[in-house]
């Protein structure tokens, strides 16, 4: 709100100043961040502030809070956004492919390296790079990435080419970096380096007004053109769970839900049963991983083994699917 003063210094007027967000909604939507709390919206507030500057973001908060999606809406809503967004995910990378996968490699560069492969920072030229669970990297690594953002420069691994880097630094983490700094596992200097706009998200009890407007927007996700809905005692029911695993917890409680009902209508009944999966097998017959697999099959089947496609239509990125792909050995 902007007051407007008369000549005598006395109000007069409000003015309320609206500014359009593109990367957040008060509404279902299965692209973009959703919320109507307060502590949602000052997150928001956080990501318009920093998103239009190129300084580095450290976004924080427990695992399954959806960092990775606030990183994206940082780089959509940033001048960089015609450019790419490159994700690399730090856990449980080794030393040696770390390097390797940031930096890419030189053909010859180390054995099996047949051919030069170029790495990541290279494929985030002019846009942003998401460094996700940067709390993992292995410690002499981390030497090497606090030299890319000091000097914008680095090596692939078998090459004495110095090649420059544009692009700006997202990393998140559920650690606490400041105790890994205290205990020596974490590098001081990339701390600073990388917190230079902390942004804190918020665990799912701590938004729990959130909760009914998140789970339509997962169910748009997982059933696409299907039309399902929660009941009014079902979306009461979720607001009442602790959501350990946030998020990512109350995905896989709706996926079960879906594969599982008969309705078109989800109930607290049903979401009672899927609370973990012995539950949700007790409830049916039938193996909850091999309703998962056929699901799978299915999706890979009506889009003719596009697995691009498969991962838009169950609303997950494509390297989750290629995971699921995998435990499922489809």
Do not use: W
Request: charged fraction near 25%; include cysteine; proline fraction near 3%.
């Amino acid at each position: 709100m902007l007051p407007i003063l008369d000549a005598n210094g006395d109000l007069q007027y409000f003015v309320e100043l609206l500014k359009p967000v593109a990367h957040a909604s008060a509404q279902a939507s299965t692209a973009l961040m959703v919320g109507i709390s307060a502590r949602f919206n000052a997150m928001v507030e956080m990501i318009n502030r920093v998103a239009p500057s190129d300084a580095s973001v450290l976004l924080l908060g427990e695992s399954g809070t959806g960092k990775e999606l606030a990183a994206q809406a940082i780089h959509d809503a940033s001048s960089r956004k015609r450019n790419p967004f490159v994700t690399v995910e730090c856990a449980g990378l080794t030393e040696t492919l770390f390097e390797s996968e940031l930096f890419g490699h030189a053909k010859g560069a180390f054995t099996g390296a047949a051919y030069s492969k170029p790495g990541l920072v290279e494929a985030a030229n002019g846009g942003t790079l998401f460094l996700d669970e940067i709390g993992d990297i292995p410690l002499p690594q981390q030497v090497k990435l606090l030299r890319l953002i000091e000097t914008g420069t680095y090596r692939a691994v078998g090459s004495v080419e110095a090649l420059r880097a544009d692009f700006r630094l997202v990393c998140a983490t559920h650690k606490n970096l400041r105790e890994l700094v205290r205990h020596g596992l974490f590098r001081e200097d990339l701390y600073y380096r990388v917190n230079v706009f902390p942004i804190v998200l918020p665990a799912l009890r701590e938004r729990v007004e959130d909760i009914p407007l998140i789970a339509r927007s997962l169910l748009q996700k997982i059933t696409g053109d299907r039309v399902q809905h929660l009941s009014a005692q079902a979306e009461h029911f979720l607001q009442q769970l602790s959501f350990n695993g946030n998020i990512r917890e109350m995905r896989n409680i709706m996926e079960r839900a879906v594969l599982l009902t008969n309705t078109d209508e989800i109930s607290a009944e049903l979401l009672r049963s899927c609370l973990d999966v012995d539950a949700a097998q007790q409830a049916v017959p039938a193996d909850m991983h091999a309703l998962e697999t056929d699901h799978l099959r299915r999706a890979l089947a009506r889009h003719a083994g596009d697995k691009q496609a498969v991962a838009a239509e169950l609303g997950i990125s494509l390297r989750t699917l290629y995971r699921k792909l995998r435990d499922h050995e489809v």
